[in-house]
Every structure is written in structure tokens, then in C-alpha cells.
DNA sequence: TTGAAAGCGCTAACAC
DNA sequence: GTGTTAGCGCTTTCAA
């Protein structure tokens, strides 16, 4: 390439990279030899001096079974596509691509680390779908830059990005009120997870403001089947409910379609309020007013706090807490 | 590290690359280092020598419109999670892991090609959403090993993995009849996608083969809310329809609706068959009799046939055409 | 069976 | 403002 320009590679470089301090005539000439001989500079070299790969993990920690050989689960939900979404929308016009990575089980967790001090990537972003995900930790051990979708519990000295599910319920619950709902209750996500924890307890806490000192409750796992029935068991509980707060819109599908199974139409005998307003929200019959929950927003947000943080490794970590925000549709 | 064992670099090198005639007291040692000083051998340097990443793109093509900085559509679609956990099925015990790449404009296809070609990862996979997608030939004329989703138009010598669309088609047409059903007509995915076309073509054919000679049939865009749409349609043309064939599962979710809406119920009044046995078709009520795409199978498939490739870059492209298979559940 | 030595292609001091 | 030089950390002939 230097040859062909009649210049060095120092000089090769500079323009390639965008130094100044070089002459005009100069980098127009290896521009142009450039774009003859079709040269593109090889990262491996690139990566090797600049200790850099222009590539982060894009880290499933928690998904899919020990055995299970697809994790395909967490990959078909649609909040994996809107958080891949959010990243890559930050991450592309930086020229970073993200690498998928998965580590549900002990082994693939020590490759994932492993990977990365190997410098697969530059640091890693990291989506668990458990709580006590032991990774947050190993990665700061290994001072692997790294965010984190949530909160980890614990107190782990890194950085991530969450959304203030409290505050979203009590916009739920403020909403209910507000139609003049008086018998409510909820559907909530499996309990061991700390965002349906939240979205519960603040729930509750919204409607005791409002006077309601007992909200009867069904656990589900966020799957339109468990919202179905999980909806079967407050009726049971509960028949003349006029109200519901379904902890994400997968579940409040499945509680729309057992309303409907049960005779109570949304949103005149029962009104709903779903959690997430995923492409689920607006699928439903009638369209679910929901809680807008950012996750594009909240993983480009991820990415950039990455990016921070390999730029200057020493950082102290840093939380970003997003608002959530009332979107009213047709179910409540 | 060598110095730590005691032995040359060259040696190590052998050790962690497995290579025999390898003393065995001396192996011991040098692997006994590596676990104490916890060595891991950098990916760049070893790039650099090797001229392998030990990464493949996953490129998803013609995802998200021109302007459109959010590639959200086809990401949030299960089908992508799917495709994504096939091919992290095969890649993973590989040590070998997928890099995302989205090529929807011009530019980025550009982009996706130089990566490509700088070495960021040894070969793609290629998904597009549309036809007539230029990126195939592209990579062909750059040399880039790939593998694609489904056959591409044209004539281009790449190799493919696909679905027998028409067979699958035929599967439904062939369950209608013996249901008993006399007045069919069909939902169709956009006539711009080769496998929309397949499908109908082959639900069509089966049909007459049936002595069915005319199949009304209404056109939607592979989304809910299209599904919907057409259904309607179908209804309003012909009132006393007994069946449908849906072109994929997430419109025939929306055909449900829309024949509940209408008062028929399925699988009384219209049997109603989907395509793709995607979490869709179990998460309808009723659950879709659907057609079975093995997604998974066939990711899992078109990275083995890129690995073949990487390994043998002179090898002849082949296709794998995958066989669909009737599911039946409460819908038809 | 092991070691010495030569690069892989690039960037970054440092001199000019 | 540009060229020279020295590596980055690994693999891989080639000798020993």
C-alpha cells in the first residue's frame, strides 16, 4: 500500500486514521491509492497495537436452562429484539458491532470472561435474566468493563441502567383509580425477578395511598399462558373485579384472553393495564394501555456508559434510572 | 508466560494449541503455569498469524427502512429469535460466536462488506427480508465466504439453506380437505417475498390438485395486524368460507381475531391452519394447527455449511432444503 | 521433541 | 510534515 502511494506507512496510517499533520497533496494521493488497489488495513494488526477490537459482547447471562442446548426463550421474547435495537442504533454509527454471547450455566460463564480477557471485545453489556447472576461480579474481578440492563443485587461496583418500576406501577394504579376502579388487583411477574418485585410493591404502595390496603395478587412468569392463568386465579379469588394491573403486556394478552373466556369485557367490566408497551401492547383486542417502559432508550443509554467506561477504564460506575410513562389504549 | 514455565514461546504455543509431540512432563508444567498465572493468549496476535477471527457476522439485511435508525421490526419478530438461538446452537461448543451486522441501506451494505473484508469475522450469514437483496452478490464478487437464509433470486453461486415453502403449503392444503372443508381461501405474506409466493403457489396447486380450482385469497404483510386486515377482507368476499390457510402464524393470530370478531368460531365454523409453528401458534386460543418451519434446525444448518466454507474456500455451493411438517392442534 | 528466529500488518514514538 | 524504527503477542518454519 505504502509503495503503491510512494509514501510510508507511517504517512498510510496518519490518513487512515485521520491525523492531521499531513500535507493535502499527500493524503489525497493515498486516498486515491487507496481506493484503486481496494485497500482496507487489516484489524487483527490494528487491534494488536491498539489493543482494541471495536467490538463489545452483547452478554445473555441467566437464559435458558442448564441443559438446554437453544436458549431460545429469552431470544424470542420481543424485549430482546428492542434491547438488540437500542444498542445497535448507539453502537452502528460508531462503527462497534456487538457479539452475542450466552452464559447460562457455570462453564460458559467462565468463557465468557475468558473470552473477553482475550480481547474478543472491549468490554461487555450485560442482560440477566436472573437475579443473583454471579457474572456482574466475575466481570468486575476480571476488570472487564461492563454495564448492566438492571440493578444487580448485591452491591457490586459497576455500572447499569434500570427503569423506575415503582414508579410505573403507581402510574398503573393512579390510572385504575382514576376510572373509579374500587375492586383491583394484579398479576405480577415471577417474584424472585427485582423488577416484578418492584412493579408489585409499587404498585401496592400506589393504591394504599389511594386507601386500598389489601391487592390480592397471582404470580406469573411473564409468559402469555401464566398471565392467562394466573387472570383465571383472581377471578376465582376475585369475581367481581374491575380492574387489573398485569405486570408486562405478555401476560395482560393472556389476561385479556381470559377475561373474554370468563364474559367480562375490557375495558367496561374490567379494565387493564399492562407493563412494558411491547409490540404485544398494540396485537391485543382491545390495544392495551400500558406503561411505556424505554428499553431501546435504556440500551443505547447502556452502550454509551460502555463506551465511557473502556475509554477511561478508572471510572467510577454510574446508574441511569429511567421514567417510566402512562400510554393510554383502548383496555383501560 | 513461557519464561514462567521455562520454556520457549513455541512450546506454549503447542500446548494450547494442542499440537502433538508435546513432551508430556513438560506439557504438565506449562499447563500448571497457565492455570497460575491465569494466561490467556491474545486474540488479536493470534488473529494476526492465523488470518482467523473465530467470529462469523450475522448479517440481517434489508432490516428497517432507509432512514429508519431503529432496526426494531425484525428484531422483535420471534422468527429472528429463532434463527438466532439455531445458530448459537451450532457456533457455541464451536468457541465460535456471531457478530451482528445490520445492512439495510446502501452504505451499510458497503460497510458490512469492508468489515467483512478487514477481517472482523471469517464469513456471514446472511438473513434478508427482502428479495432481490444485492448484499448476496456483493460478498460473492468480494470473496467473503457466506451462507444464506433462503435461495436467493437470480442466479448467484452461493450456497443456501431453505424451506419446501410449497410442501408445506400442500400439508395444509391436503389437512383442509380432509377436514372436510369445501370453501377455502388463504391469507398470504407479501407477494415481493419469494417464500410468500411459495406458499401460496403451493396452497394453490394442492387445491386443484383437490379439484379446487379457484382459491380466493387476501394479501398481508407477515404482521398482525395484517393478518387481521386480510381476514376481514376474505370475510366480506366470501361470507361462508370453512377454511383458511394463513401464511404465517402471526397473522393467523390476527385472522382469529377477526373471524371471533365476525362471530365464527374455530374450528366449527373455519378451520384455520398457520405457518411456522412459532410460540405464536401456542400462545392463539385456540392453539393454530400450523405448519412446522424448523427455523432452528436450519440456522444450525447454514452455519455448519459456512464452516465448511471458511475451512474450504474453494468449495462448490450447496443448498439444504429443509422438509415442513403438519402440527396439529385445536384451530383445523 | 524443543528452541530460535522470522514475520503477520499495523501504530506510535522519535528523529529528521 | 514525513520517514525510520521498534515493537504489539502470537504461530510456524527451520535447525538442533
Redesign the interface.
Known amino acids: 500500500m505504502a509503495r503503491v502511494a510512494g509514501v510510508s506507512r507511517a504517512t498510510v496510517s496518519r490518513v487512515i486514521n485521520g491525523i492531521r499533520n499531513v500535507d493535502p497533496d499527500i493524503q489525497a494521493t493515498v486516498l486515491q491509492a487507496i481506493a484503486t488497489i481496494g485497500y482496507?488495513?487489516?484489524?487483527?494488526?490494528r487491534?494488536?497495537v491498539t489493543?482494541r477490537?471495536?467490538?463489545v459482547?452483547?452478554v445473555l447471562s441467566g437464559a435458558g436452562g442448564d441443559e438446554d442446548?437453544?436458549?431460545?426463550p429469552i431470544?424470542?421474547?420481543?424485549f430482546?429484539?428492542?434491547v438488540?435495537?437500542?444498542i445497535?442504533?448507539f453502537l452502528?454509527p460508531r462503527?462497534i458491532?456487538?457479539?452475542?454471547?450466552?452464559a447460562d450455566t457455570e462453564q460458559?460463564r467462565a468463557?465468557v470472561v475468558?473470552?473477553l480477557?482475550?480481547?474478543?471485545a472491549d468490554g461487555a453489556l450485560l442482560v440477566s435474566t436472573h437475579a443473583a447472576d454471579p457474572l456482574p461480579v466475575e466481570l468486575v474481578e476480571a476488570e472487564v468493563p461492563a454495564v448492566l440492563f438492571a440493578r444487580p443485587t448485591g452491591s457490586v461496583p459497576i455500572s447499569y441502567v434500570d427503569l423506575d418500576h415503582r414508579a410505573g406501577a403507581a402510574l398503573a394504579a393512579d390510572r385504575l383509580v382514576e376510572l373509579g376502579r374500587r375492586r383491583v388487583a394484579s398479576v405480577c411477574g415471577p417474584l424472585d425477578v427485582p423488577a416484578a418485585q418492584a412493579r408489585l410493591a409499587g404498585f401496592q404502595d400506589a393504591m394504599a395511598r389511594h386507601g386500598h390496603a389489601y391487592v390480592p395478587y397471582s404470580e406469573g412468569g411473564f409468559t402469555?399462558?401464566s398471565g392467562e392463568r394466573a387472570m383465571e386465579r383472581l377471578l376465582a379469588e376475585r369475581p367481581d373485579l374491575d380492574g387489573v394491573f398485569v405486570a408486562n403486556d405478555l401476560m395482560a394478552?393472556?389476561a385479556l384472553?381470559a377475561l373474554r373466556?370468563h364474559g367480562r369485557s375490557v375495558p367496561e367490566d374490567v379494565a387493564v393495564i399492562g407493563f412494558d408497551d411491547?409490540?404485544a401492547a398494540?396485537?391485543c383486542?382491545p390495544p392495551l394501555t400500558t406503561i411505556r417502559h424505554p428499553v431501546?432508550d435504556m440500551a443505547a443509554e447502556m452502550a454509551r456508559l460502555l463506551l465511557d467506561h473502556i475509554d477511561e477504564p478508572g471510572r467510577t460506575p454510574r446508574s441511569v434510572i429511567f421514567e417510566p410513562a402512562l400510554i393510554v389504549r383502548a383496555s383501560g
Open positions: 482496507v488495513p487489516n484489524r487483527a494488526a487491534s494488536l489493543r477490537t471495536g467490538a459482547a452483547l442446548p437453544s436458549p431460545s431470544l424470542t421474547d420481543p430482546f429484539g428492542r438488540v435495537a437500542g445497535i442504533s452502528r462503527g458491532h456487538p457479539v452475542l454471547m450466552f460458559s468463557e475468558s473470552y480477557r482475550q480481547g474478543d402469555y399462558d394478552q393472556g384472553h373466556h411491547s409490540s398494540t396485537a383486542r431501546e
